[in-house]
């Protein structure tokens, strides 16, 4: 079993910036994909990351203005938000995929091949 917890996030201006961590409980060797993915009418993909080398995928909306990045060491995988706009608002959420790699391509976009999540931070974009 693996935990996922979720800090930083909350109420910033639109045009500014924040940074959402996302720390595992244990090492997981077995990890392929570290993901974000945020709520809105639906839970849809924002960024992911392959844990071993270190590959990078964005939604377009977010493109540009985010990056997704991670620590070995520390277990924890960022979220950096940049030029936030208020359309950025929503419940943000990190998960890990620990069973290999998925097929298909852009699978990793998909909510189903993750297999753990953290409990979400509220990310809000005033205008």
């Known amino acids: 079993q693996v935990q996922l917890v979720e800090s930083g996030g909350g109420l910033v201006q639109a045009g500014g910036s924040l940074r959402l961590s996302c720390a595992a409980s244990?090492?997981?060797?077995?990890?392929?994909?570290m993901g974000w993915f945020r709520q809105g009418k639906e839970r849809e993909f924002v960024a992911a990351i392959r844990?071993?080398?270190?590959?990078?995928y964005y939604a377009d909306s977010v493109k540009g203005r985010f990056t997704i990045s991670r620590d070995n060491a520390k277990n924890t995988v960022y979220l950096q938000m940049n030029s936030l706009k208020p359309e950025d608002t929503a419940v943000y959420y990190c998960a890990a995929r620990v069973r290999g790699s998925c097929s298909g391509y852009g699978c990793y976009e998909r909510r189903d091949e993750y297999d753990y999540w953290g409990q979400g931070k509220q990310v809000t974009v005033s205008s």
């Open positions: 244990r090492r997981t060797f077995s990890t392929y994909y």
């Open positions: 844990w071993s080398g270190g590959s990078t």
